[in-house]
């Protein structure tokens, strides 16, 4: 089963654009000043440079293999992060900025107001829990 | 039966930017920088174990990666939930 | 734990269609007896926690217009914003010096449904360089039912909120209203 050569130039360069974009992700996370940001950064990695290198896995699956298993694990892999990437990483920024972790020099910081005029009412519901 | 070789040489580098991630998870300043590069080491790996998968024609890989991609998300939670004092 | 809602027939059945679907796919086979095992798993595992997963109407998908809209939104919408972002937020990553300008927005959200609301955050979440950190929820002073979203945005482009929740939302708010109110 000879492979054509259109479709192993789409396959790479689905799979390259994803190591480029997971390269951009990995230096972000290095070289951001902050946690915040260091977040966005992998926020890359977890969008394209993921979905770019599973798209073209399941080209590959569909066209090479036509292995109907493979190509259904690999979609729902897909499925999987779209869903619990962004629960993660709510919880963990939620997290992060009620420990106080230090954020540098925010433009605007509407979130510390927020807690300051509404500090009874977040009281009050965890003495409910 | 590999047709395409290049494969492995992809998943070799996401495997690569997984090991530069380290640094971040032994320096970072605080626990959310830890969790945060842990959690993108765990993305990288599991696309590495697809292209590995794919390669080799070995469909057990598959199912270790969608175990693997559940679990990661269980433990960012199980962080922030911990760093939240709600644990 | 009086928090906990009850648990809807509605509610267990779509989540017993799930997990079924789920056990299909890890198994991959027709067996009878394979089949049989996956049918008492679901069950048992959806009534425990369908209670946690479905709150409102559950078979919203049934309706044909909005199961179009919302494969158009999926498709064609919002990976047109990812990619945007994605570049973006690549670029200022890999340039000579980071160019970061972070702040924390408020956001006002004119969405009702849960299903909606969770569904923009997420989408928020998803594309770089924005993150929902806090939703708050509340009635304004005329009585009405109004939602504000906290957003951590790496590059503050607009101090002012509905301007700056134009450039955020972008399209994707009214693609989201097609679908879930």
Known sequence: MEISMTLRVIIDVLIGLGVFFAFAGVVGIIRMPDCFCRMQSSTNIATLGLFLALIGGLVYAIFVERNAATAAKIAFIAVIYIIQNPAGGHAI????????????????????????????????????? | MTQMPELYYFAAI?????????????????????????????????????????ASGRGIFLDIAVVTAMLGFVGVVLVA??????? | ?????????????????????????????L??????????????????????????????????V????GLIYCIVIFPIELIKANL????????????????????????????????LANSITLTPGTITVDIEQGKNDTGND??????????VKEKDRVKAGDIIKGTMEKWVRRIFV
């Open chain 1, 93 to 129: 920024a939620k997290a992060a900025y009620n420990r106080g972790n230090e954020h540098l020099k925010s433009v605007v910081d509407d979130l510390a107001n927020a807690d300051e005029a509404e500090q009874p009412a977040t009281l009050a519901k965890e003495g409910d829990e």
């Open chain 3, 88 to 119: 973006d937020v690549a670029f200022r990553a890999l340039s000579p010096k980071p160019r970061v300008n972070p702040g924390f927005i408020k956001v006002p959200v004119g969405l009702k449904s849960d299903y909606g609301k969770a569904m």
């Open chain 2, 14 to 54: 996401y495997v690569a930017l997984a090991l530069i991630l380290i640094f971040r998870l032994v320096k970072g300043p605080s626990v959310v920088d830890r969790a945060v590069a842990a959690d993108s080491m765990e993305i990288l790996t599991d696309v590495a174990l697809v292209l590995v998968a794919l």
């Open chain 3, 146 to 155: 109004e939602c504000f979203f906290y957003i951590h945005w790496i590059d």
């Open chain 3, 1 to 29: 734990m009086k928090s906990l809602r009850k648990t809807t027939f509605p509610a267990v059945i779509s989540t017993f269609v799930i997990c079924f679907v789920f056990w299909l796919l890890i198994t991959w086979s």
């Open chain 3, 66 to 69: 909005k199961l179009i809209v």
């Open chain 3, 31 to 64: 067996a009878v007896q394979e089949l049989i095992a996956g049918a008492v798993v679901s069950l048992a595992v959806s009534l425990f926690a369908a209670r946690f997963f479905i709150h409102e109407k559950a078979f919203w998908f049934l309706n044909p």
């Open chain 2, 81 to 87: 939930r911990y760093l939240e004092g709600a644990l």
